[in-house]
């Protein structure tokens, strides 16, 4: 390959060609350019951020990548020097300037100049370059976990879109603070020199996950609070997450929606549905659950209600009632079922009758969300 810089369209057309048909080399599936945090002390990555992500697109820019760091095919992530960066950006002058957008560059031009250190935690930075080959795999290092997470919170790939099993054994526990991830071991001769110098560091958390917002900021929701939020989450457009709302990583909305309950690990919700108050939807991380919980279209879960079954569309479950897959539901014809034979169906109302204390069920019609205060919903 031509190791100078393309003089027209032509020769930058050429050099492409000549990096997508390199033998060995495989397109991915998804790419991405970010900054990784790296502890000093044990050179762990504490996580990834990536500013450019792409899902079968942009092939060209990931042939050319990937032929400057010596990749073929497979899942892998390699270190982006600068001067490697410097010699991509100089292969694709000649179409930075075109008019059309090129997130990829501008993203490589911004971290020309990347300041390694962190300045106030035991940590430094390096720009890196993932690649998955296919997102029905599991995850091979955090960095690849990472580009999955963000793909879910950029809302190119809806939950349970693309494998994220050994996630939680390949992400480290880590301090979040107002400075960025710090390890768990450094982080308190970190804190006393901060508090030493005048700086005191803000802890978000100790977990495995950061919030969301800190990484992605999806385009058309609210989100009061967000440590309620983790990266991973899938917003869709016209969702509000209120002050007690929360919504786990590879669960979240399709549509618009008003989550002031819980939306567990796994949970989708369809649109135009709400979640009351202190509501909670079981999710898949513990217990031993595999049945995948979603919530469809139109339905509404009143404060401080809960359910461990599906819901179809249209679905009303009454403040304050749990229904279980196991519970016992009276239906319309005075049958007794479990509710877990009821799991998926639409146009159900779910209550608890206060006289007899028997948890029913019966058929329902129309909209719940007639009346809705429309402005407060909207975003």
Same mark, same amino acid.
């Given at each position: 390959?031509?190791?100078?810089?393309?003089?027209?369209?032509?020769?930058?057309?050429?050099?492409?060609?000549?990096?997508?048909?390199?033998?060995?080399?495989?397109?991915?599936?998804?790419?991405?350019?970010?900054?990784?945090?790296?502890?000093?002390?044990?050179?762990?990555?504490?996580?990834?951020?990536?500013?450019?992500?792409?899902?079968?697109?942009?092939?060209?820019?990931?042939?050319?990548?990937?032929?400057?760091?010596?990749?073929?095919?497979?899942?892998?992530?390699?270190?982006?020097?600068?001067?490697?960066?410097?010699?991509?950006?100089?292969?694709?002058?000649?179409?930075?300037?075109?008019?059309?957008?090129?997130?990829?560059?501008?993203?490589?031009?911004?971290?020309?100049?990347?300041?390694?250190?962190?300045?106030?935690?035991?940590?430094?930075?390096?720009?890196?370059?993932?690649?998955?080959?296919?997102?029905?795999?599991?995850?091979?290092?955090?960095?690849?976990?990472?580009?999955?997470?963000?793909?879910?919170?950029?809302?190119?790939?809806?939950?349970?879109?693309?494998?994220?099993?050994?996630?939680?054994?390949?992400?480290?526990?880590?301090?979040?603070?107002?400075?960025?991830?710090?390890?768990?071991?450094?982080?308190?001769?970190?804190?006393?020199?901060?508090?030493?110098?005048?700086?005191?560091?803000?802890?978000?958390?100790?977990?495995?996950?950061?919030?969301?917002?800190?990484?992605?900021?999806?385009? =058309?929701?609210?989100?009061? %609070? #967000?440590?309620? *939020?983790?990266? /991973?989450?899938?917003?869709?457009? +016209? !969702?509000? $997450?209120?002050?007690?709302?929360?919504?786990?990583?590879?669960?979240?909305?399709?549509?618009?929606?008003?989550?002031?309950?819980?939306?567990?690990?796994?949970?989708?919700?369809?649109?135009?549905?709400?979640?009351?108050?202190?509501?909670?939807?079981?999710?898949?991380?513990?217990?031993?659950?595999?049945?995948?919980?979603?919530?469809?279209?139109?339905?509404?879960?009143?404060?401080?209600?809960?359910? =461990?079954?599906?819901?179809? %569309? #249209?679905?009303? *479950?009454?403040? /304050?009632?749990?229904?279980?897959? +196991? !519970?016992? $539901?009276?239906?319309?014809?005075?049958?007794?079922?479990?509710?877990?034979?009821?799991?998926?169906?639409?146009?159900?109302?779910?209550?608890?009758?206060?006289?007899?204390?028997?948890?029913?069920?019966?058929?329902?019609?129309?909209?719940?969300?007639?009346?809705?205060?429309?402005?407060?919903?909207?975003?």
């Amino acid at each position: 390959m031509n190791e100078g810089t393309p003089k027209d369209r032509a020769e930058f057309d050429q050099l492409v060609d000549a990096a997508m048909n390199r033998s060995g080399y495989r397109p991915p599936c998804a790419f991405g350019i970010g900054v990784a945090t790296v502890a000093d002390a044990d050179q762990s990555v504490l996580d990834t951020w990536f500013a450019a992500v792409n899902l079968q697109e942009n092939q060209a820019m990931a042939a050319l990548l990937a032929e400057a760091v010596g990749h073929g095919s497979g899942p892998a992530t390699h270190r982006l020097a600068p001067e490697v960066i410097e010699s991509v950006l100089g292969r694709c002058e000649v179409v930075a300037g075109d008019g059309s957008p090129h997130p990829n560059l501008e993203v490589l031009s911004g971290l020309t100049s990347l300041e390694s250190g962190s300045g106030v935690l035991p940590t430094h930075r390096v720009v890196v370059v993932t690649f998955i080959d296919d997102l029905g795999d599991a995850p091979v290092d955090i960095h690849d976990g990472y580009l999955r997470l963000h793909l879910l919170s950029h809302r190119l790939v809806k939950p349970h879109g693309c494998n994220l099993d050994g996630l939680f054994g390949l992400l480290n526990n880590t301090v979040w603070t107002s400075a960025g991830p710090c390890d768990v071991a450094s982080f308190p001769v970190a804190q006393r020199r901060a508090m030493a110098a005048g700086t005191p560091l803000v802890v978000n958390g100790v977990d495995k996950f950061p919030r969301m917002l800190d990484y992605v900021v999806p385009s =058309g929701v609210r989100v009061a %609070d #967000g440590s309620r *939020v983790r990266l /991973g989450a899938h917003l869709a457009e +016209g !969702t509000t $997450v209120m002050h007690e709302g929360f919504v786990n990583f590879n669960a979240g909305t399709l549509g618009a929606s008003m989550v002031e309950g819980r939306i567990s690990a796994g949970v989708v919700v369809g649109s135009d549905s709400d979640l009351g108050g202190g509501a909670s939807v079981m999710g898949t991380l513990s217990g031993g659950g595999k049945e995948v919980i979603s919530v469809g279209r139109d339905c509404l879960l009143g404060a401080n209600s809960g359910i =461990g079954i599906s819901l179809g %569309d #249209g679905c009303v *479950v009454e403040a /304050g009632l749990y229904v279980t897959a +196991g !519970t016992r $539901v009276t239906t319309s014809q005075g049958e007794v079922v479990k509710a877990s034979e009821l799991s998926g169906a639409s146009g159900m109302l779910f209550r608890r009758n206060s006289t007899t204390g028997a948890v029913e069920v019966l058929p329902r019609e129309g909209t719940w969300s007639e009346g809705l205060n429309e402005a407060l919903h909207a975003n």
